[in-house]
């Protein structure tokens, strides 16, 4: 258990996670991901992985959310869960490079937490700075 986010918000976190999975339009590798991105209000944004047949112009779950949250005003976030999977959900998946420095622009590194999910009882988590050590951000252009 996390100290800053209670078992009943990681557990819902997970559950919206899930619930965005259903959306993923993934025709072509059939991997679908869905993502739950906690502001530092307690709301949530959610996102879904989005495929493309040029592939490099689709977008993954935890971005999208991102995206969503942040093209409403949101740029501050505590948290974000994960949960992905072909068919059954059998592996805890991280973000990718990309997600990673894109969650890194509006987060505090050691602050901000990646609940990684295969189930609403069976996850993981770290911190942002530990899935991205010596990251990127905005205050390296100061």
């Not at 991901?33 to 530092?40: E, K, M, P, W």
């Not at 994960?82 to 990718?96: F, M, R």
């Not at 890194?104 to 295969?118: D, G, H, L, Q, T």
């Amino acid at each position: 258990m996390n100290e800053k986010l209670s078992r009943d918000l990681i557990s819902e976190l997970i559950v919206k996670a899930g619930e965005a999975r259903e959306f993923s339009y993934s025709p072509y590798s059939g991997f679908k991901v869905g993502a739950a991105l906690l502001t530092d209000k307690d709301e949530i944004y959610t996102g879904c992985n989005i495929e493309n047949a040029a592939y490099s112009p689709g977008n993954c779950a935890e971005r999208t959310a991102v995206f969503k949250a942040v093209s409403e005003g949101k740029t501050s976030f505590k948290a974000i869960a994960i949960i992905a999977g072909k068919n059954e959900i059998t592996d805890y998946t991280s973000p990718c490079g990309i997600c990673r420095q894109v969650l890194r622009e509006f987060v505090n590194p050691k602050e901000f937490y990646v609940i990684m999910a295969k189930s609403e009882n069976d996850y993981k988590i770290m911190t942002l700075e530990e899935l991205f050590p010596m990251s990127f951000g905005p205050e390296n252009l100061d």
